[in-house]
Nanobody
């Protein structure tokens, strides 16, 4: 059974840090590209960061220098270390995996899943709230 389970969200003051974790099961994690999306209230989803199976990474401009994505293949877990958090980072953060071939598995209410995105496995999301 495919699962992506996010954890680590919470409430912090501006300037603080959080580390999100996404633990995968039911598919070959090592061969998968992983991503973090977020959706702030009233906004469309935004791709925050990705890490490919070869280790290459991507960050949206607004988080460069503040967020770091990493993965531990032994633990089937991808992390998003978030430092110097800002109120505009407040959002629900979703973990996603591109593990082809594979069926579509979306946890919760669907969050940031969109049919044109390459990620076929999605977690239920974790809330991050940053107060000023």
């Amino acid at each position: 059974q495919v699962q992506l389970v996010e954890s680590g969200g919470g409430s912090v003051q501006a300037g603080g840090s959080l580390r999100l974790s996404c633990t995968a099961s039911g598919f070959t994690f090592d061969d998968s590209d992983m991503g973090w999306y977020r959706q702030a209230p009233g906004n469309e989803c935004e791709l925050v960061s990705t890490i490919s199976s070869d280790g290459s990474t991507y960050y949206v401009d607004s988080v460069k220098g503040r967020f770091t994505i990493s993965q531990d293949n032994a633990k089937n877990t991808v992390y998003l270390q978030m430092n110097s958090l800002k109120p505009e980072d407040t959002a629900v953060y979703y973990c996603a995996a591109d593990s082809a071939p594979g069926e579509l598995v979306v946890a919760g209410t669907g969050g940031c899943w969109r049919p044109w995105l390459p990620y076929n496995y999605w977690g239920q999301g974790t809330q991050v709230t940053v107060s000023s």
